[in-house]
């Protein structure tokens, strides 16, 4: 997916099966992803107070391409996001390594906030890495839900919904994250 010059910037809201998602994007690429929220209008506030986010909302072909793909993700499917170009102007060094690293993250897999910095040579910074991640402006494209916490825990998240939102982005892509159900204490014959 190769942005065109025929737009410069846009955004569009989508209305996926778990909820309604926003996108943003700039001559370069993405620049913003807003997670699931449950009206039109809340996704559409929250793109339009960050700058940059242009009110267009024509879609050049990489942008239609990624709704579909979006959608194609919220729809259950193992769907690969690091063909999707994004603009991270203004990002220091130090969040642009720590995307960097998150990115070659496939579906389903996980690690954790350490063992992402020291992949990002940044060895020693969970919490800043944590921190990093916290700020990451296109969720899912950069899927900072497939880092935890020490231990396995499923640690924060900054999207609305929390860790709750994280933990059943992760069920979506076949990761359990938390103690093993409880066992059936009956069979029933």
Known sequence: ???????????????????????????????????????????????????????????????????????????????????????????DDFRLAIYDAARKLRFGETTTYGELARRAGHAGLPRETGAALGANPVPLVIPCHRILAAGGKIGGFSAPGGSATKEKMLAMEGVRVGPPPAAQASFGF
């Open 1 to 91: 997916m190769k942005p065109t010059s025929e737009i410069t910037a846009g955004h569009a809201v989508l209305e996926t099966v778990i909820g309604f998602m926003g996108i943003a994007w700039s001559e370069k690429g993405l620049i913003r992803l807003c997670l699931p929220e449950r009206s039109r209008e809340a996704i559409e506030r929250r793109l339009l107070r960050h700058p940059g986010v242009s009110t267009s909302t024509d879609q050049p072909r990489w942008v239609v391409e990624l709704i579909a793909l979006i959608k194609a993700y919220a729809a259950g499917e193992d769907v690969d996001f690091s063909g999707v170009p994004v603009d991270l102007d203004g990002v």
